[in-house]
């Protein structure tokens, strides 16, 4: 007889900056009277921004739906200094919860363009942390999201050149790329340590281990949240037989289980832990067993709130 199994990976649930941007907004809530507005999603969790909002939080694409002189919180992804202008011409109240390893790239790029180098961002187009970082140094910063790009650009000056990447992609691609890019620009510099948050890598670290042992690999985490996307991504090529991502056991298809014995469970880093308890709870019903936990590290790093949070 065939045994089944769930295996879990963790860590599971919130990473550090993702934990001080949620508590930002609830502890924001609770310390003023008046509306608390975030700009764009907290974070890349949409469970994580409806539970915000039923408590109160107003959320915004742009600052002009904010009224003049209210209290608007920024997401961990990070806002361009266009933002912070902005805000402060409308004598908004600001609580800035940028991730601290987002804001760490941000200073990196402003540095960088201090140097007088051009800076080559590994990247998505459009997600909000390439927005904001490219608006550190608009001018001399170019987006590059595949290894196929490197053969592409165009630089001013081939020995003036170092490189920055989004904190949430995928560790072995953007390795690749860079590869690339040293091969093509011998003199390019390095950032004074990796970009890509730790959570990041040791979610996918994780999930290279599950795969190898699990015939369909489960991601719970939103669509548009960069890091859970690529967990499904380096999931299938560490050789799951299939891996998909959901954003809640109630997305969980059942003909993926058939013919499956081992299944993989892990997930983002904004996703609540109830999350990964209904998917575990919903693979139960289907008639698997208990999951094992399969611990391959644990996270203990913890950031203080913002400033204006801490009186």
Avoid at 67 to 73: K, M, S, Y
Wanted: some cysteine.
């Amino acid at each position: 007889m065939v045994t089944k199994r769930i295996l879990l990976a963790v860590p599971r649930g919130y990473c550090a900056g993702v934990d001080r941007a949620v508590h930002s907004v609830e502890k924001a809530l609770a310390a003023f009277e008046s509306t608390v507005f975030v700009r764009k999603q907290i974070v890349h969790n949409r469970h994580v921004v409806e539970t915000l909002q039923r408590a109160g939080a107003v959320f915004v694409n742009e600052l002009d739906e904010v009224p003049a002189g209210a209290t608007v919180v920024f997401s961990a992804h990070g806002v361009s200094p266009l933002v912070h202008e902005d805000a402060t011409r409308r004598g908004l109240k600001t609580i800035d919860a940028t991730c601290p390893l987002v804001a760490k790239v941000h200073n990196e790029a402003r540095r960088f363009s201090r140097q007088g180098l051009q800076i080559l961002l590994i990247g998505h187009a459009g997600h909000e942390e390439v927005e904001g970082t490219t608006g550190e140094a608009p001018d001399d910063i170019i987006l590059l999201e595949h290894p196929d790009d490197v053969a592409k650009i165009q630089v001013r000056d081939s020995e003036k050149l170092a490189w920055l990447s989004q904190t949430t992609l995928s560790v072995d691609e953007t390795a690749e790329t860079v590869a690339a890019l040293r091969k093509r620009f011998p003199a390019l510099v390095d950032p004074p340590s990796g970009d890509i948050c730790y959570a990041t890598q040791n979610r996918q670290e994780a999930v290279k281990q599950l795969a190898g042992e699990s015939d369909l690999v489960i991601v719970v985490g939103s669509a548009n949240s960069s890091n859970s996307v690529r967990l499904v991504e380096v999931a299938r090529h560490a050789g799951a037989k299939a891996a998909y991502r959901v954003d809640s056991a109630d997305e969980i298809d059942p003909g993926w289980l058939h013919g499956v014995n081992t299944i993989g469970v892990t997930s983002g880093a904004s996703v609540p832990e109830e999350l990964v308890q209904e998917v575990l709870e919903e693979l139960q019903h289907c008639g698997f067993p208990e999951a094992e936990e399969a611990v391959f590290v644990r996270e203990s790093l913890a950031f203080a709130l913002p400033d204006e949070l801490r009186s």
